[in-house]
């Protein structure tokens, strides 16, 4: 009796149940009663949810007339079917991998109960499987790498069929992604050992704290799901973000232009004109006095003006490319002079806001208009052969779509440009927080970065559509079919010297899409590739003492050769830019008082950037 107590014992204390009866505890619920009452109080909570979703759509404020996502999925998958199907043995071929990779991972959950490893460890940056039980307890590791092993199929399956154009390719690894990031056991309560403790410690508590701030998320989104990030009560606009000293000295229909003012006796002779992209707001640049860009360009002697572009309403419909250039970049070039009384100009485009200042002096170019004289582009696409992970949302199909909701109300929702960034990095952006927010019924913790990502901007109807047509579609700028003003607008018109900052990892502005972007100016080029992202990389003040970036050649040939051959510089790219102005003119003049020439309508950051929907 003795030797078949200890037996018990360690079966009980085996690999795939290592504490024994003290682990299964965790996962017991000690008060079915008040268990069972929350998941009704949950359910509740969920009605409130759906009623947020269905009122905008039964009163017609919202209707779901975008491409059919899931129909475009099923478009491309059955290009890939076609494929495996084609031949039986292709098929079958496919099926015995899967099988055979099931059969491995049930082989060795059979051996880890004599204390083996797993079979598929996880990637081991992997922060959804960090807690010791997705090792430890049998269940759960089980699920852990049958899902490794499906997605890693999945995976190989698109990249195993021929055939395919990359366009195609390019939509097929996007929609695996999805689908795997989507069905992984970490995102679960049943499946997860760690939201399964949480749930059954609180008596499933969370599930009704997740649920009610789901239900207010569909709200805020006015009938879509406006994701929290961040925790929207601890910043404000203009007290803790965006706080650079300034006055707005300028506002049309489409913009405010922001003067800075100076803190320095002596400012550089060519003021800086900054135009960023409309998709989001400007404050990217400001977030905060260790991060501003502009703080830190006003502080090298910068005399720093902003165009704070307008979250459009209906009135701004018909607003498109001609109108922003007229109303945004020469009305704020109008601006620059009469306040500071220099008629040249450094400008610095981010993102879109940078193709529409490439498009801009191409058409300069034609009116004479010559008051820029170098230009800093800021991971800025003017090719869009090799575009980034957006393309997978630009068809024929999809923009036709996309125009005919947006002429509806005059402008695409803020929210719909936000979920498409997310879900290009869904495993980062989407599921954490969906976890976090809606299981956990945590609120995120505050970010700076991640409000900003959230505080959306709608897009105005023309301008969008145009954006989306000449550039993602026909990529008409580099091939000299772009039309704006009664013109046709060529690149290598464009003369003034060029500083082209690239980053590494940019999904949405890949650097070798920048690279090949530069052999199209006409006049002087330096391309430069920053470490890490579209947005850190770009945003790396020097103090902060990160990352690095390359510079070398003239951007010609083969964009891996000109990597190989580039000097690495560890930290900021700023003081290299910095350089590079001064460079082309280090003239000074004493410090323009702001508000003087021309009188101020507001303070800094203006009254654009605060407005949401």
Not at 245 to 271: F, H, N
Not at 320 to 338: H, N, R, S, T
Not at 425 to 438: A, C, G, I, K
């Amino acid at each position: 009796m003795a030797e078949r107590g200890k037996q018990d014992d360690e079966t009980k204390r085996s690999p795939g149940n290592p504490n024994g009866d003290q682990a299964l505890d965790q996962y017991l619920v000690k008060d079915p009663q008040r268990f069972a009452l929350n998941l009704a109080r949950t359910i509740e909570q969920a009605g409130k949810a759906a009623a947020a979703w269905a009122a905008p759509r039964e009163s017609g404020e919202l209707r779901d007339q975008l491409a059919d996502p899931a129909a475009d999925m099923v478009k491309t998958f059955n290009k890939l079917t076609e494929f495996w199907l084609a031949e039986p043995t292709r098929a079958l071929e496919a099926q015995t991998r899967l099988f055979g990779g099931f059969m491995d991972v049930w082989a060795n959950s059979i051996r880890r109960m004599g204390g083996e490893q797993p079979a598929v460890p996880p990637p081991p940056a992997d922060k959804r499987f960090a807690d010791p039980e997705w090792a430890d307890n049998a269940f759960f590791s089980f699920l852990r790498e049958a899902w490794l092993v499906t997605s890693r199929w999945a995976s190989d399956l698109v990249e195993q069929t021929e055939g395919l154009d990359e366009n195609t390719r390019q939509k097929a690894r996007f929609y695996v992604k999805q689908l795997t990031t989507a069905a992984s056991p970490a995102n679960f309560v049943l499946t997860n050992p760690e939201l399964f403790k949480e749930t059954v410690a609180s008596h499933g508590e969370n599930l009704i704290r997740g649920m009610k701030m789901l239900a207010e998320d569909i709200q805020a989104g006015h009938g879509e799901v406006k994701l929290r990030q961040s925790d929207p009560t601890r910043f404000k606009v203009g007290e803790n973000l965006a706080t650079t000293p300034g006055k707005v000295v300028a506002r049309s229909a489409v913009a405010e232009i922001i003067q800075y003012e100076p803190t320095t006796d002596k400012v550089l002779k060519r003021p800086l004109l900054i135009s960023p992209p409309w998709i989001n707001k400007f404050y990217i640049l400001d977030l905060n006095a260790e991060k501003s860009f502009i703080r830190w360009a006003v502080e090298q002697g910068h005399s720093v003006f902003v165009i704070s572009w307008v979250n459009p309403n209906e009135s701004h419909g018909r607003l498109g490319w001609e109108d922003y250039i007229e109303q945004g970049l020469v009305f704020g070039l109008d601006a620059v002079e009469k306040a500071t009384g220099a008629r040249e100009v450094n400008a610095v485009g981010y993102c879109v806001g940078g193709t529409l200042l490439a498009a801009a002096l191409a058409l300069f170019a034609k009116t004479g208009e010559d008051r820029i004289k170098t230009v800093t582009f800021l991971t800025t696409q003017v090719d869009f052969t090799y575009a980034g992970d957006l393309k997978i949302f630009v068809d024929e199909e999809q923009v036709t779509a996309l125009e005919q909701a947006m002429a509806q109300k005059g402008f695409l929702e803020g929210t719909r440009m936000a979920t498409a960034f997310n879900m290009l990095r869904s495993s980062e952006l989407v599921w954490p927080y969906v976890v976090n927010n809606y299981v956990r019924g945590k609120a995120p913790l505050p970010f700076d970065l991640l409000y900003w990502n959230s505080d959306s901007t709608r897009m105005a109807a023309a301008n969008h559509s145009f954006y989306l047509r000449n550039c993602y579609l026909e990529n008409n700028l580099t091939a000299g079919r772009m039309e704006l003003g009664g013109r046709t607008l060529r690149l290598s018109d464009v003369k003034v010297p060029v500083y082209n900052l690239a980053t590494k990892e940019d999904h949405i502005a890949p650097a070798r899409s920048v690279f090949l972007g530069c052999r199209f100016f006409g006049g002087e080029v330096d391309y430069v590739m920053a470490g890490s992202g579209h947005i850190a990389g770009v945003v790396n003040p020097p103090a902060a003492g990160k990352y690095q970036f390359w510079s070398g050649d003239k951007p010609e040939g083969d964009f891996d050769a000109w990597v190989a051959a580039a000097k690495e510089t560890k930290g900021s790219w700023w003081p290299h830019w910095h350089k590079w102005i001064t460079g082309h003119d280090a003239r000074t003049v004493a410090a323009p008082r702001v508000g003087e020439s021309l009188p101020a309508l507001a303070e800094a950051p203006g009254d654009y950037v605060r407005v949401r929907y």
